[in-house]
């Protein structure tokens, strides 16, 4: 195509269907390295083929949907404490307000029935213990503290040997 021919006679040439003339041009080939050749990458073998869009109208009746009452956490309501008059969900008043003492509201005197005072019996006091009585139980019964003293030794003779074996253990 010339670069004389305008747009006009394009469209005259297009509407005749006279053949179009093109210009070949020869290039000159210069001797290039060859190139690196690449991966061959994997072509799609779907054929696309367009067809005419036909819209199909269905009437469809509207499914009718039940609304479900959702489900309602009796403990998540919020109700008011009946003494003190706190708003506050149905779990805090039943488990916490009363239980640990956060209810503000005056407590309310139980009705408590007269007793009669009953006649306290009055025990014996015991002896107060004092050194003579001590020393004179000692000198009576001489092995109750032979036998104290020997029993502490050895609590005390196993207990180093605990704990040497504890750190024995611990060391390795």
Same mark, same amino acid.
């Given at each position: 195509?010339?670069?004389?021919?305008?747009?006009?006679?394009?469209?005259?040439?297009?509407?005749?269907?006279?053949? %179009? +003339? /093109?210009? @070949?041009? #020869?290039?000159?080939? =210069?001797?290039?390295? &060859?190139?690196?050749?690449? *991966? $061959?990458?994997?072509?799609?073998?779907?054929?696309? %083929? +367009? /067809?005419? @869009?036909? #819209?199909?109208?269905? =009437?469809?009746?509207? &499914?009718?949907?039940?609304? *479900? $009452?959702?489900?309602?956490?009796?403990?998540?309501?919020?109700?008011?404490?009946?003494?003190?008059?706190?708003?506050?969900?149905?779990?805090?008043?039943?488990?916490?307000?009363?239980?640990?003492?956060?209810?503000?509201?005056?407590?309310?005197?139980?009705?408590?029935?007269?007793?009669?005072?009953?006649?306290?019996?009055?025990?014996?006091?015991?002896?107060?213990?004092?050194?003579?009585?001590?020393?004179?139980?000692?000198?009576?019964?001489?092995?109750?503290?032979?036998?104290?003293?020997?029993?502490?030794?050895?609590?005390?003779?196993?207990?180093?040997?605990?704990?040497?074996?504890?750190?024995?253990?611990?060391?390795?």
């Amino acid at each position: 195509m010339s670069e004389e021919e305008t747009r006009e006679e394009i469209i005259d040439i297009i509407n005749n269907e006279e053949p %179009v +003339k /093109e210009e @070949v041009k #020869e290039e000159i080939k =210069e001797e290039a390295k &060859p190139k690196a050749k690449s *991966k $061959p990458r994997a072509k799609p073998k779907v054929k696309i %083929v +367009k /067809e005419p @869009v036909v #819209e199909v109208v269905e =009437e469809k009746p509207e &499914p009718v949907v039940e609304d *479900k $009452p959702k489900k309602i956490d009796k403990l998540k309501t919020i109700v008011q404490c009946p003494d003190c008059g706190l708003s506050m969900t149905q779990h805090t008043l039943l488990y916490i307000h009363k239980r640990r003492g956060f209810c503000k509201a005056v407590v309310k005197p139980e009705a408590v029935p007269e007793q009669t005072p009953e006649p306290i019996v009055q025990q014996p006091k015991p002896k107060p213990i004092t050194e003579d009585t001590v020393n004179d139980y000692i000198k009576q019964n001489p092995d109750i503290v032979t036998n104290y003293l020997r029993n502490e030794r050895i609590l005390k003779a196993q207990k180093k040997q605990s704990h040497a074996r504890i750190l024995l253990n611990n060391a390795f």
